[in-house]
C-alpha cells in the first residue's frame, strides 16, 4: 500500500514570495491532515479535511496561509506572503476516520515526509 | 489549552536496557493514544496507539495508559542504538474530530 505523497521535499524561499506544497493521501483515507512542525517541537495541525470539507482550521493563519482540497484526495497548502518564522517542515498526514467515526485505530494517522521549508 | 507534555531529555539508556519515556495530558475527555518516533530529518512513524487503561505489548514496546491520572508511557526493552530517535506523544481528545496535539518529544539516546 503505497503512503502518502508529498512534493516538494525541500524549498527555500525568501520572505514576502509565496509558495504551495501537494500532499497525496492514502488511497481510501478520507481524512486528511496538515500539519507545521518547528525545528524542537512536535507538530501543530493547521487544518483537517475530511474528504473535501474543512473540519478545523483553528490554528490556521488565515491571513496568509490557505488549504484546499477540491476533489477529496489531493491537497494543496500555500502561504503567501511567506514569513521568516515559517520556516518549519510542513507535514501531511490521513487516516480512515470519518465523522460517523468507526473501528478503533480508524483515527490513526500516517504521515507523509514532509516538506521542509526554509524563508532567507 | 489542552496540552500534552514529555520530557525533552535527551534521555540516554545503555544498549540492551529498557527506556521508559512519559507523557503526561491535561483533556481530562481525551480518547485515543499514540506513539510517534521521529528520526532526525525523518516524518513521524506511528509506533502503538492505545486506548484503554492498562498495559498494551507490540514486540519490544510497551504503551501504558492512566486515565485516572492522565499519563501514559512507553516502554523499549532490549533498547538498541537503531532506537535512538525523538519520540512523540499524541493525544486525540476528540474522536469526532481526529485532531492530534502532540507533546515536544523526548530524544533517546542508546549507547552501545
Known amino acids: 500500500e503505497a503512503g502518502v505523497a508529498q512534493s516538494p521535499r525541500y524549498k527555500i524561499i525568501e520572505k514576502r514570495q509565496s509558495v504551495a506544497f501537494w500532499c497525496n493521501p492514502i488511497s481510501g483515507h478520507a481524512t486528511l491532515y496538515w500539519y507545521q512542525q518547528i525545528l524542537g517541537q512536535g507538530p501543530k495541525l493547521l487544518i483537517q479535511f475530511q474528504n473535501n470539507g474543512v473540519v478545523d482550521d483553528s490554528q490556521l493563519p488565515k491571513d496568509r496561509f490557505s488549504a484546499e482540497r477540491l476533489k477529496g484526495v489531493d491537497s494543496t497548502l500555500k502561504i503567501q506572503p511567506a514569513k521568516l518564522e515559517d520556516s518549519a517542515v510542513y507535514l501531511c498526514?490521513?487516516?480512515?476516520?470519518?465523522?460517523?467515526?468507526?473501528?478503533?485505530?480508524?483515527?490513526?494517522?500516517?504521515f507523509g515526509p514532509g516538506t521542509r521549508l526554509t524563508v532567507l | 489549552q489542552k496540552e500534552v507534555e514529555q520530557n525533552s531529555g535527551p534521555l540516554s539508556v545503555p544498549e540492551g536496557a529498557i527506556a521508559s519515556l512519559n507523557c503526561t495530558y491535561s483533556d481530562r475527555g481525551s480518547q485515543s493514544f499514540f506513539w510517534y518516533r521521529q528520526y532526525s530529518g525523518k516524518s513521524p512513524e506511528l509506533i502503538m496507539f492505545?486506548?484503554?487503561?492498562g498495559d498494551k505489548e507490540d514486540g519490544r514496546f510497551t504503551a501504558q495508559l492512566n486515565k485516572a491520572s492522565q499519563y501514559v508511557s512507553l516502554l523499549i526493552r532490549d533498547s538498541q542504538p537503531s532506537d535512538s530517535a525523538t519520540y512523540l506523544c499524541?493525544?486525540?481528545?476528540?474522536?469526532?474530530?481526529?485532531?492530534?496535539?502532540f507533546g515536544q518529544g523526548t530524544e533517546l539516546s542508546v549507547k552501545p
Open positions: 499524541a493525544v486525540n481528545g476528540d474522536n469526532q474530530g481526529g485532531k492530534l496535539i
Open positions: 492505545i486506548y484503554s487503561n
Open positions: 498526514a490521513s487516516s480512515l476516520l470519518t465523522l460517523k467515526g468507526g473501528l478503533a485505530g480508524t483515527d490513526t494517522q500516517y
